[in-house]
């Protein structure tokens, strides 16, 4: 049986707060993961873009609608709903002279 000092500790009281705040109901404790999984999730994106836009700053990134898989799949989408033959292959080299 713990002691009397050990049930008193700082630890202790505030292993017995998170747990009656946070994890002593389910549906509290479903909210606390969905949310810290969210605000998670935002933080990482920003810190990794920042990161990413500090360690290129100076050099030339190009727009993200202008790769060749994008320009593929909108030439795909645009014949497609113009109803003309559909595109079956394109080579890479066609991609890229589209794309700039």
């Known amino acids: ?8 500790s700082g630890a202790n009281k505030l292993g017995r707060l998170v747990y009656n705040t946070f994890v002593k109901r389910n ?10 999984a969210f605000a998670f999730e935002i933080a990482f994106d920003e ?7 500090n360690l290129n700053k100076g050099t030339s990134s190009r ?3 202008s790769t060749p898989l994008f320009c593929l799949i909108t030439i795909q989408t645009i014949i497609f709903v113009k109803g003309g033959p559909r595109l079956t ?4 080299e066609t991609i890229l002279e589209i794309a700039s």
């Open 1 to 8: 049986m713990p002691n009397a000092a050990a049930a008193s």
């Open 27 to 36: 549906s509290v404790f479903v909210a606390t993961i969905f949310v810290s």
């Open 47 to 53: 810190g990794t873009s920042k990161l990413w836009d």
């Open 63 to 65: 727009n993200k609608f």
């Open 89 to 92: 292959h394109v080579d890479l």
